[in-house]
């Protein structure tokens, strides 16, 4: 079970941490932010059983560009040029960015 811990900074900014999820957590913070409507637009995507819409999609942010290989997910940060990409399952990017999600609405 990968476990995220969200918190924010004494700037009031989004942070999130984890041990074994640091890619995750990297890219919530930096590419998520408080942007609850690319957040939606991500947790809608990835929610789709059907996943046509991943077909096509790919995202690109700040630091991370995120795409799609049948029920992965590739994060690959294109901030470092030696980067290697972090495959993760659908559902885990999809649990962690609903989490995200509440946590950022909290305030």
Not at 79 to 106: C, G, S
Request: hydrophobic share 40%; glycine share 4%.
């Amino acid at each position: 079970m990968m476990v995220i811990d969200f918190y924010r900074d004494n700037d009031g900014a989004p942070r999130a941490r984890g041990e074994d999820t640091r890619t995750l957590a990297q890219f919530l913070e930096s590419d998520i932010q408080d942007d609850l409507e690319t957040c939606d637009e991500l947790v809608e995507i990835l929610a789709d059983p059907e996943g046509n819409t991943r077909e096509s999609y790919d995202f690109v942010g700040n630091s991370f560009a995120m795409s799609f290989d049948g029920d992965d997910v590739v994060l690959l940060c294109h901030a470092l040029e030696d980067a290697e990409e972090t495959r993760l399952r659908r559902a885990t990017v999809l649990k962690a960015l609903q989490a995200w999600k509440a946590f950022i609405e909290q305030d």
